[in-house]
Nanobody, 124 residues
């Protein structure tokens, strides 16, 4: 059974930083692309960032470019999301997801396993 467990969320003031972690079990982690998504209250879930199996290619949504960094440690089966210069509009539940084998995770329907989410709240 594949499991994704996120951690690292919390309450932070605008301009602050948080690092989210997502540890994967039950899957050969270094063969799968990974992604981070978020969902604010009353909003649809949106893509935040993704990283291919090797970590050599990353993609970000425009609103977080230059502020967020996705990375992975294949030895630890963990993907990270470093979030700097946080803004109140970054407030959401953040989910990590694992793409299907062979997929780069370019579209949400390419992800087949999701974590339970971690709350990030940015106060103004």
């Amino acid at each position: 059974q594949v499991q994704l467990v996120e951690s690292g969320g919390g309450l932070v003031q605008a301009g602050g930083s948080l690092r989210l972690s997502c540890t994967v079990s039950g899957r050969t982690f270094n063969r799968y692309a990974m992604g981070w998504f978020r969902q604010a209250p009353g909003e649809a879930r949106e893509f935040v960032a993704r990283i291919i199996w090797s970590g050599r290619n990353t993609v970000y949504t425009d609103s977080v470019k230059g502020r967020f960094t996705i990375s992975r440690d294949n030895a630890k089966n963990t993907v990270y999301l470093q979030m700097n210069s946080l803004k109140p509009e970054d407030t959401a539940i953040y989910y990590c997801a694992s793409a299907r084998f062979g997929s780069i995770g370019a579209f949400p329907n390419e992800y087949d396993v999701w974590g339970q989410g971690t709350q990030v709240t940015v106060s103004s």
